[in-house]
């Protein structure tokens, strides 16, 4: 069975840094790109970039870019969204999912709440 | 980017009607040599993560049931609910996965029974 588990809730204050992930599970994690999805309180989704496990190979929506950084331990089959310095503006839910063509397995999400 | 823009917003449906939400892209997803439409529908309920419906514009995936359907092409896609459930109460987006930078998604369309 195919599983995307996330690392749980996070409360930071601003100008912390935090590192999530998300443990593959059930099939070759190397091989299927994982993506990075945002959904702020109460709006729509935002796709935030995808990392190739394999190689590390990234791409990064032009509104992420600079902002985070995606990286993989394929040893462990996992992935990692990193900030260096959050922003109140960082509160969301952070999903992953594979990418497969549309997103057909997603994580339970991760809340990232981030307030002084 | 490529701009998905979705409508209505928002949408009230009967219980057993028919329900159909529209999906516009700024430019093309369809790979004309794989005669393939680069684009996917999700359902997402509310404390949930999204669920794939549809991919490539008209594939169901796997377990979804055969009311939902998926149709278009290039610019212009739609999905549509034949009978509507109670459990389809949702929020639906469409995405397009066809040119990176970003594989945007729609704005989304919350729908509600009538």
């Known amino acids: 069975e195919v599983q995307l588990v996330q690392s749980g809730a996070e409360v930071k204050k601003p100008g912390e840094s935090l590192k999530i992930s998300c443990k593959g599970s059930g099939y070759s994690f190397t091989t299927y790109w994982i993506a990075w999805v945002r959904q702020m309180p109460g709006k729509g989704l935002e796709w935030m970039g995808i990392i190739y496990p394999g190689d590390s190979d990234t791409r990064y929506s032009p509104s992420f870019q600079g902002q985070v950084t995606f990286s993989a331990d394929k040893s462990i089959s996992t992935a990692y969204l990193q900030w260096n310095s959050l922003k109140a503006s960082d509160t969301a839910m952070y999903y992953c999912?594979?990418?497969?063509?549309?997103?057909?397995?997603w994580g339970q999400g991760t809340l990232v709440t981030v307030s002084s | 980017d490529i701009v998905m823009t979705q409508s209505p917003d928002s949408l009230a449906v009967s219980l057993g009607e028919r329900a159909t939400v529209n999906c516009k892209s700024s430019?093309?997803?369809?790979?004309?040599?794989?005669?393939?439409?680069?684009l996917a529908w999700y359902q997402q309920k509310p404390g949930q993560p999204p669920k794939l419906l549809i991919y490539w514009a008209s594939i169901r995936e796997s377990g979804v049931p055969d009311r939902f359907s998926g149709s278009g092409s290039g610019t212009d896609f739609t999905l549509t609910i034949s009978s509507l459930q109670a459990e389809d109460v949702a929020v639906y987006y469409c995405?397009?996965?066809?040119?990176?930078?970003?594989?945007?998604f729609g704005q989304g369309t919350k729908l509600e029974i009538k």
């Open positions: 430019q093309s997803v369809l790979h004309s040599s794989q005669n393939k439409n680069y």
């Open positions: 995405q397009q996965y066809y040119r990176l930078p970003g594989y945007t």
């Open positions: 999912a594979r990418q497969d063509g549309g997103l057909d397995y």
